[in-house]
């Protein structure tokens, strides 16, 4: 069984900074693309960034240029790094993987159990 775990949501004035974390645990063989939603009160959830095993990154235009996504994949851990934060990002944050638990077995993808992250001032 593969459990996804975020840390690091909160409560932040606007203009500040956050770091969020998601480690993988549980049966892993293999790990293709890690990323980052969001999901507003009364939104739908949207791709905030991701990034692939061999480093390549794709993000929202909404936080390009604010947002780093990064990955240990010794940890089987993705960080987003988030600065400049806004009103608009008020929202939940969800990690999501693409995990091949077994050798020779499909990618699955999995989610982790969302952290709230607050922009107010």
């Known amino acids: 069984q593969v459990q996804l775990v975020e840390s690091g949501g909160g409560l932040v004035q606007p203009g500040g900074s956050l770091r969020l974390s998601c480690a993988a645990s549980?049966?892993?063989?293999?790990?293709?693309?890690m990323g980052w939603y969001r999901q507003a009160p009364g939104k739908e959830r949207d791709l905030v960034a991701a990034v692939t095993s061999g480093g390549s990154t794709n993000y929202a235009d909404s936080v390009k240029g604010r947002f780093t996504i990064s990955r240990d994949n010794t940890k089987n851990t993705v960080y987003l790094q988030m600065n400049s934060l806004k009103l608009e990002d008020t929202a939940v944050y969800y990690c999501s993987s693409d995990i091949m638990p077994y050798s020779s077995g499909p990618y699955y993808s999995y989610w982790g159990q969302g952290t709230q992250v607050t922009v107010s001032s």
């Open positions: 549980g049966s892993i063989f293999s790990i293709h693309v």
